[in-house]
């Protein structure tokens, strides 16, 4: 049973920074793409980035290409996202998934696993 835990979400002014953790388990992690999505409230669920399996390749949408990295440590069964410089909007339940896939699969939402998400709440 594969599973994908978030964590690192929380509270922060505009401006501020987190990094996010996904822990993978009950599979072979070094297999999969990685990536982070996001839904805010009302809206739909967004990719965020993405990441290969071996880490030489990255994704990010627009909206956070030169303020996010997406990150991974396949000794660790861990993917990371580092946000700096964060807004308002990115105000967001941030969720990790998994595909054995490809990268450009999963920026366009087909993961095969998901996680149940963290919440960042960026204030104004």
């Known amino acids: 049973q594969v599973q994908l835990v978030e964590s690192g979400g929380g509270l922060v002014q505009a401006g501020g920074s987190l990094r996010l953790s996904c822990v993978a388990s009950?599979?072979?992690?070094?297999?999969?793409?990685m990536g982070w999505f996001r839904q805010g409230p009302g809206k739909e669920r967004e990719s965020v980035a993405a990441?290969?399996?071996?880490?030489?390749?990255?994704y990010y949408a627009g909206s956070v290409k030169g303020r996010f990295t997406i990150s991974r440590d396949n000794a660790k069964n861990t993917m990371y996202l580092q946000m700096n410089s964060l807004k308002p909007e990115d105000t967001a339940v941030y969720s990790c998934a998994a595909t054995m896939r490809s990268t450009e699969a999963l920026m366009s939402g087909l993961g095969d696993y998901w996680g149940q998400g963290t919440q960042v709440t960026v204030s104004s």
């Open positions: 009950g599979g072979t992690f070094s297999n999969w793409h």
């Open positions: 990441i290969s399996w071996s880490g030489s390749k990255t």
